[in-house]
């Protein structure tokens, strides 16, 4: 069944109409703004369920726009580009509430929020990109829109950061570029979908390879895998709810979502899955792991403490689609979900200590635990999600990661694993530790700053939410509406005939 | 309704740590009501599970006759400890957040109790583990800090050991029931691995050998009724775990048996002889708590190396180990809850109390005809079936350590003894809890343990009476004599074991390789910054490229440099189009 | 709408008679002139597409006179889409000139001189994008730059007329060897008429020396390096609109004016020569972006751009020799179009900035950019097509250049495009990232600075003018199957010989 | 080689040598002239090959672009002159400075 072509098209447009209307507001226009901004954020995610109920109906959405010249612009929801969209909308929802509160009193707002609504659609316009070309625009395009969020508050250092932000991120988009036109001169049109664009192709071996290096290196620079990870930590001096929505959920998983995209849409796992291929990616991904946590270790800061941590637990996602095999996918794409209802939680909770409080080092935590506990139990139940602990969300997604690495024969995965594990208790209890346990020093005890009541609660709640579905993705993981069993979907459609994967 | 009441057996600890944190009023009441769902399920359910199929993976929640005697003692001791709590942190400023972790750490203790699938107990396993934390660390003076910084580290590093055997296991069984886990441990190719991740990762919990340096670490430093539930139920956890996951009655594992049993006898003397030499009551106890455990890790080392052949050899080692730890749990929940009551007692109470607490002590020794004489004797039947070519030693080392175990009790009633008190007036709300607690240590815990017919019998024939006396009696005796000497002259040991023993020399030795490792951690992020200095050197670079570019445009807009220009165009296009 | 080649003649007429009209020294009369221009010359090149699309490529005889005297106007596919877009364009830089203060500050004489001469650059243009006649190029091609090197003289100071004075003897210079060629190759053929031409063009010296006159004395015109040092001063001095029209489109014109030659008289000429234009392109790329990034003023930076693209445009030569046709065919034009469309818009950017600042030195905008900030956001939207990022015009342009360098093999040319890319990326950066720097005398968290002194009022709708453009060329990012289909009419089929060694 | 390719010859000899003071005159007036030098050899160029045609006539349309030349040459001329003299006004120079970008 086809079901109408203007679905996706207004997801993607219900942002941007929306962030072109608000760019021409005036500062002062909090109100208008505000309600631009939040029926934005509800018609899209409304739009993005509508979509969801239609493909489970069994309607094929798709939008083409012929460019010319052979070239088309399509845009289609498959349960990979529905699981990518409505993570994104549901979280730019509870982000917008957030930046709202958070933004209220700071300068250049209407840009802020213009640019934010952008971001958005170009992630939303990754996640529905049926082709290889549509998905290099908007791929592109983020990069672009995400810039003037990094550096929003015009510091030299945030300057700095969006130099480097800049560097990364349009030398990957040219490898990105340089493979995806390889490839389409090669095979043409390179759609997304069940079947490989690749299967039944001929092509030199060597070639194969390059072209997939070219890709795999462009997104890796988004996905932060080491050694082009650089850009991420820098970046954090963006105000939290930038760091919270983009560079925890939607630039980074960008990244991840194309390697997903190249591996089983564009090569096909059985064409990918090589030791020059998916096998050096898997090690470096296991070397992103075990690096990121390592350097997390080190910071005091707890913004770049958790920009490392975002390192490392991306590279989680990474190594499922390189390992291969139905479990190890399944528990990346729940991971795609999972991690970034932790790490926004992480970053939402971040943000608020700093706003309410001025908190911004792990020691300056001290009996913050009493004062703030709905925050901090938010924050608490996030970075045990982190350390893969049940019943929070990571456990799922490290378990599935487990059971593939046994099942594909890579067992050295369970020892990343573990690594890892151990390393983020290691660098996430302290921090929990000195909220809950340690007391102030006498006259050190955090200030909270007088703020509009609205905003300490716009701070409040959106971490709630995200550290309450956190919680339920994992706790309730067996339930067909949860990421892991929408990720298993998404994989058995790849796998067909439909492998039931064990637990 | 039974599937509902097994829900209930997590579900009613974590509402009362809901309760205790929104409505602290209400917060004991709310974690005494939390243990009744445990203890009535013990008692009446049957062999039973229900599938909780949206729970985590999907669920499954059951008992069975290995976990009913084990989740009465948990219901049963969390209940005396939350009674005894009541009064106990009375007027502790803090008492809010104890009971929120007191409550946690019992919803994950009752709940991997009755977890059938491989994911459920380990989420109550990781939920206790790390709920008891803020238990041991609840005082919050540096003593506290330092056993709840050496219990965490355990908990994580044994974390590491757990879980790559879960997922070996379940990878194998492609199923998460334990059963199945447990059948496909049986037959993997590396079942010896598993073993052994599974000895170190819930050794930790169960106190075994070289990993037991937190417990007399934790136990003195948490508040009473923690400590009481610490040693009497949830390090059970542990020997619990090696139960449901060892393929005890599928697989034999002679090899690892004999390992296990080494070590559980190891620890069963080290504990016994490192107590004899401490001097504070509760840290006696914890020691204490390490032999016993080493007992039982005989038990577990007895069914491992049963032959597969015999079924019923490993399913008498697993009723030892099931009515040992029963047996102890009771007793030494008993004990600890003493040390409270002795430490708030003054006069004639003081003196009933060290009477009263005999009573445990005893029974922990096996005095007959207390319940340690029947898990004494089931130890030894299960090691005349499972193992008879090693009972000519096992039985004297057993007996041995049936002498320390008196021994320690014995120096721990003497240290209780010499004590001061720190109040004089107990009050009704230690003392109810507690007698409660020698109550059930001495009547309660025998209905698991009778339960199996033949026990009984087996126990009461002379030969078992006077082998599980006469330890006992060389104890006492020796206990006498040493105290005689004491009394004589002052008796200085020429060393001292510190609480935590081969922690005190394992502490440098880690201190020195955390400091060793920051070096190389600082290095790393050179990995960073070498990018960083790469595209400033690049920018350098370009500078001066800007300046040369800059010269040479300048040049370039001469008159005779744009004519020349234009001439040599005009000649190399010519050339090319005429010679190409 | 009908079809009809009366259009073409309506399209060249509109703007020469409104060249006339704009003599007269009416208070009104700019105002007047351009309300019945615009109109009048987007419609009639909306007929003269609609034409094309009907009719193919077609001949509007003149007053009905036709060759060899008479004068044909010539319209395929190419030359529709160069009028169409050069009314869209000029039109919007008309309205963004009616407002200009700078405009409106001048005398009532100098005045309609100054309209005057636009028109008559717009109406030349026309007639040169039609023109199927070497000497009527010639005639339109001078005029063009006459009435093109007054305007710019109507600059600022005496650096205008530095500019201008040196713009005329070059340009004059490349036009008289562009003529000393006609005339060798009249003598030749007989003909002036391309089509004719290409069909009697014989294979002596003299067409040889022919073809490097013309060339030569088109690349003076198309700025192509090392002849375009007159470009940056000249278009770098000029008024905003002036700057605006000569970067966008006369300067294609020489290139415009290169293909008609080389696919048309010189087609049968060896093939050689193709690879050095293209050696020349990519040379210019490198060397204008590299001297665009050394730049301190905003429109010396903006001037060197073109020099750049200008660059980028001769690829063409060298990927069709190779094989490529279409793609590179479609693929260089479409730049040509975009880059038009971006670059009047990064001059009406530069000029808004400049009139409010009265400097266009980088460092004084930094103190001032907040208040520029929709003026940088043309500039950067502009600067998209520059790099060659989605979403624009010069991205799909991208893809189908480098589509064909990867096609027929020919890895430099990729490489040339990727690093123009990259280097354009720079001298973007280092403009935009203006629009996000905090002055020092500003604390972070204030509410905007108060406006500097001496910052003088730019006309709303200058900026949207700026605006507009840059917005158009990212719609050429999207809706361009129309103007591919365009482009693709009449392309000329015949590929040029392969170089024989030994000819 | 008719007399025809003698006028080209010339005409093309006219064009170098103007080049070549175009290349080293730096009065700008002497560029104007070199500037108007070289449209007449590229008239005399015209005017050769106009001679070529078949037939006693020679072929009109050279004739008639010489003619459009000769316009655009003197307003070219004309305006560079303009453009000489506002120069010399302004700046006192009668030579263009070195530095195309420099800024007065």
């Known amino acids: 069944m086809t079901g109408g072509a203007w679905l996706p098209v207004s997801v993607v447009l219900s942002s941007f109409l929306t962030g072109i209307f608000i760019f021409f507001l005036r500062e002062d226009q909090l109100v208008l703004r505000s309600f631009l901004n939040l029926s934005g954020t509800v018609l899209k995610l409304g739009l993005c369920i509508l979509l969801l109920w239609g493909v489970a109906q069994g309607f094929v959405f798709t939008f083409r726009l012929p460019l010319g010249a052979g070239l088309d612009l399509v845009l289609f929801a498959d349960p990979l580009a529905l699981q990518f969209v409505l993570l994104s909308a549901g979280l730019w929802l509870v982000t917008t509430v957030y930046a709202i509160a958070y933004m209220e009193g700071s300068p250049e707002r209407s840009r802020f929020f213009g640019y934010f609504s952008l971001c958005v659609t170009a992630t939303t316009g990754i996640a529905l990109a049926g082709n290889l070309l549509t998905f290099v625009i908007f791929y592109e395009f983020l990069t672009l829109a995400t810039y003037p969020l990094v550096v929003h508050t015009g510091t030299k250092e945030a300057l700095r950061a969006g130099r480097t932000y800049l560097i990364y991120t349009i030398g990957g988009g040219m490898l990105l570029f340089i493979g995806a036109v390889w490839l389409h001169g090669l095979i043409g049109t390179v759609s997304f979908g069940p079947v490989p664009a690749l299967a039944g192709t001929d092509l030199p071996r060597g070639v194969l390879i390059a072209i997939f290096w070219l890709m795999a290196g462009g997104l890796a620079v988004k996905a932060a895998m080491v050694p082009v990870h650089g850009w991420l930590p820098t970046a954090m001096v963006a105000p939290a709810p930038v760091s919270a929505l983009l560079h925890a959920v939607a630039v980074v998983k960008a990244g991840v979502f194309g390697l997903f995209r190249l591996v089983y849409d564009v090569y096909g796992i059985d064409l990918a899955r090589a030791p020059e291929m998916t096998g050096v990616l898997a090690v470096v991904a296991a070397v992103t792991i075990v690096y990121g946590s390592l350097r997390a270790l080190r910071e005091s800061d707890i913004k770049k403490r958790l920009a490392y941590s975002t390192v490392s637990q991306l590279s989680y996602i990474a190594l499922g689609i390189a390992v291969g095999g139905p479990l190890a996918t399944v528990g990346a794409l729940a991971h795609l979900v999972h991690q970034g209802l932790m790490k926004i939680t992480l970053f939402f909770c971040a943000g608020r200590l700093a706003e309410t409080h001025g908190i911004h080092k792990v020691h300056e935590l001290a009996g913050i635990g009493r004062r703030m506990p709905v925050t901090m139990t938010a924050f608490t139940i996030a970075a045990l999600g982190m350390m893969g602990l049940p019943p929070v969300a990571g456990f799922i997604s490290k378990w599935y990661l487990a059971m593939g690495g046994l099942q594909t024969g890579d067992d050295w995965v369970l020892l990343v694993l573990i690594a890892s594990s151990v390393l983020n208790a290691a660098y996430f209890l302290p921090p929990l530790y000195v909220a809950w346990f340690s007391r102030p020093a006498a006259g050190a005890e955090p200030q909270a700053r007088p703020m509009p009541g609205w905003v300490d609660w716009g701070l409040l709640v959106p971490p709630v939410i995200t550290a309450s579905l956190a919680l339920a993705a994992g706790a309730v993981a067996a339930l067909p509406i949860s990421p892991l069993a929408w990720a298993e979907v998404i994989v058995a459609l790849r796998y067909f005939p439909v492998t039931e994967p064990a637990p | 309704m039974t599937s509902f009441a097994l829900l209930l057996v997590p579900a009613a600890p974590l509402l009362a740590a809901l309760v205790a944190a929104v409505v602290p009023a209400h917060r004991a009441v709310a974690a005494a009501v939390g243990a009744v769902p445990a203890i009535v399920i013990a008692l009446i359910a049957p062999d039973r599970s229900i599938e909780v199929p949206w729970l985590l993976l999907g669920a499954e929640l059951g008992t069975d006759d290995v976990r009913r005697p084990i989740l009465l003692l948990a219901g049963v001791l969390w209940l005396l400890a939350a009674v005894y709590a009541r009064t106990y942190h009375r007027h502790d400023p803090r008492s809010r957040s104890l009971f929120v972790f007191f409550n946690l750490t019992m919803a994950g203790n009752v709940g991997l109790i009755v977890a059938f699938d491989a994911v459920t107990f380990y989420l109550f396993f990781i939920l206790m583990n790390l709920a008891a934390y803020g238990m041991i660390r609840h005082v919050g003076n540096a003593e506290a800090g330092r056993a709840g910084r050496v219990y965490i580290t355990l908990v994580i590093i044994g974390e590491a050991f757990i879980l790559p055997a879960l997922w070996l296991g379940a990878s194998g069984a492609e199923s998460l029931a334990l059963a199945d886990v447990r059948a496909a441990i049986a037959e993997h190719p590396s079942r010896g691995m598993i073993a052994g991740l599974l000895f170190l990762g819930f050794g930790i919990k169960a106190g075994a050998l070289p990993l037991h340096v937190w417990l007399p670490l934790a136990h003195p430093v948490a508040p009473t009724p923690a400590s009481a539930v610490l040693s009497g139920s949830m390090i059970k956890a542990g020997l619990l775990a090696w139960l449901v996951f060892l393929p005890l009655a599928e697989a034999s594992l002679p090899a690892w048996g004999l390992a296990w049993i080494i070590l559980g006898l190891a620890a069963a003397l080290f504990g016994a002889a490192v107590g004899i030499v401490q001097d504070r009551p509760k840290v006696i106890l914890a020691y204490s708590s390490i032999s016993q455990m080493g007992l039982m890790t005989v038990a577990v080392g007895l069914a491992l190396a049963a032959p597969a052949a015999l079924p019923q050899a490993a399913s008498a080692a697993i009723l030892a180990a099931v009515l040992y730890a029963v047996h102890h749990g009771f007793a030494k929940g008993a004990l600890f809850l003493g040390t409270g009551v002795a430490d708030h007692a003054g006069g004639s109470a003081r003196r009933w109390a060290l009477v009263l607490m005999a009573l445990p002590a005893l029974a922990l020794a096996g005095l007959p005809p207390t319940t340690g004489l029947a898990a004494k004797t089931a130890l030894k039947q299960a090691a005349e079936v499972a193992a008879p070519a090693w009972l000519p030693w096992l039985e004297p080392l057993l007996a041995v350590a049936a002498v320390g175990t008196t021994l320690v009790m014995a120096r721990f009633l003497v240290a209780v003894a010499r004590h001061a008190p720190t109040a004089d007036h107990a009050g009704g709300g230690l003392w109810f809890p507690w007698s409660v607690a020698i109550a059930t240590a001495m009547l309660l815990a025998w209905l698991p343990v009778a339960a199996p017919g033949q026990l009984i019998p087996a126990a009461l024939t002379p030969a078992a009476l006077i082998s599980a006396t006469w330890p006992v009696a060389v104890g006492a005796a020796l206990a006498v004599i040493v105290l005689r000497m004491c009394r004589r002259r002052t008796v200085a040991l020429p060393f001292r074991v510190p609480p935590g023993d081969i922690l005190a020399l394992e502490e440098p030795v880690i201190r020195r390789l955390v400091s060793a490792g920051r070096a190389p951690l600082r290095r790393l992020s050179v990995v960073d910054r070498s990018m960083d200095v790469a595209a400033h050197f690049l920018l350098v670079r370009a500078r001066a490229m800007e300046v040369s570019v800059g010269r040479l445009e300048k040049r370039m807009t001469a008159w005779p440099i744009i004519v020349g220009a234009f001439g040599a165009l005009l000649l190399t296009i010519a050339i090319f189009t005429h010679f190409g | 709408m009908v079809a009809s080649t009366a259009w073409v003649a309506i399209a060249v007429a509109v703007p020469l008679l409104a060249a006339l009209a704009s003599l007269w020294q009416g208070r009104w009369t700019a105002l007047i002139v351009a309300v019945l221009a615009i109109p009048g010359s987007l419609l009639a090149n909306v007929g003269v597409v609609w034409t094309v699309f009907e009719l193919g490529v077609h001949r509007h005889p003149v007053g009905g006179w036709g060759a060899p005297l008479g004068i044909d106007l010539h319209v395929d596919g190419l030359a529709a889409a160069f009028l169409a877009l050069l009314a869209l364009i000029a039109a919007v830089i008309t309205v963004h000139m009616l407002v200009d203060p700078d405009m409106r500050a001048l005398s009532p004489r100098r005045r309609s001189l100054f309209w005057s001469l636009w028109y008559l650059v717009w109406g030349a243009l026309a007639a040169m994008f039609v023109s199927g006649d070497a000497f009527n190029i010639y005639v339109t091609l001078e005029l063009a730059t006459l009435a093109g090197v007054i305007l710019v003289s109507f600059g600022h100071g005496t650096t205008a007329l530095f500019a201008s004075m040196r713009y005329l003897l070059l340009g004059t210079f490349g036009a008289l060897s562009y003529v000393l060629g006609v005339a060798l190759l009249y003598g030749d053929t007989g003909t002036l008429d391309l089509a004719l031409m290409a069909e009697r063009i014989g294979s002596g010296a003299a067409p040889v020396v022919a073809a490097g006159l013309v060339t030569v004395g088109l690349a003076v015109k198309a700025a192509l390096v090392p002849l375009h040092v007159w470009l940056p001063p000249a278009h770098a001095s000029a008024p905003a609109g002036v700057s605006a029209i000569l970067s966008a489109l006369v300067v294609k014109a020489g290139f415009y004016l290169m293909v008609r030659f080389w696919f048309g008289p010189f087609v049968q000429l060896d093939g050689a020569t193709w690879t050095v234009l293209g050696i020349l392109g990519a040379v210019g790329v490198v060397w204008g972006s590299l001297c665009a990034i050394r730049q301190e003023r905003l429109k010396l930076l903006i001037a060197y751009s073109t020099v750049a693209q200008v660059g980028y445009l001769f690829l063409l030569f060298p990927l069709v020799a190779g094989g490529a046709h279409a793609a590179a065919w479609s693929g260089a034009h479409y730049l040509a179009l975009s880059h038009a469309a971006a670059k009047a818009a990064a001059f009406l950017a530069a000029g808004n900035i400049l009139t409010s600042q009265g400097d266009d030195r980088l460092s004084m905008i930094a103190r001032a950019a907040r208040h520029h900030h929709l003026s940088l956001l043309a500039f950067g939207l502009a600067g998209a097509t520059l790099m060659g990022l989605p979403p624009s015009g010069g991205f799909l342009a991208k893809w189908l250049l480098v589509t064909a360098a990867v096609d027929t093999g020919q890895w430099w040319w990729a490489a040339v495009l990727i690093a123009g890319g990259i280097l354009a990326a720079i001298y973007v950066y280092r403009v935009v990232r203006l629009a996000y720097v905090t002055s020092p005398a500003e604390p972070p968290g204030s509410t905007g600075p108060p406006r500097p002194p001496g910052l003088l009022p730019v006309p709303m709708v200058a900026i949207l003018a700026a605006l507009a453009l840059a917005l158009l060329s990212v719609v050429l990012g999207f809706a361009s199957a129309m103007p591919l289909r365009l482009l693709e009419i009449g392309m000329p089929a015949v590929v040029p010989p392969e170089p024989e060694p030994g000819r | ?104």
């Not at chain 4, 005159?25 to 001679?51: E, S, T």
């Not at chain 4, 030349?69 to 000489?84: C, H, K, M, N, Y």
């Open chain 4, 1 to 104: 080689m008719d007399q025809a390719d003698v006028f080209i010859l010339a005409g093309m000899a006219l064009f170098a040598v103007s080049m070549y003071s175009l290349a080293v005159q730096r009065h700008l007036v002497r560029k104007v002239l070199a500037i108007n030098i070289m449209g007449g050899g590229c008239f005399l160029v015209l005017i050769a090959v106009a001679r070529r045609a078949p037939g006693d006539v020679a072929d009109p349309v050279p004739h008639a672009m010489v003619l459009t030349g000769i316009v655009v040459a003197v307003s070219v001329t004309a305006f560079a002159l303009i453009l000489a003299r506002r120069i010399r006004a302004g700046t006192g120079r009668t030579e263009l400075p070195e530095d195309a970008s420099e800024q007065t």
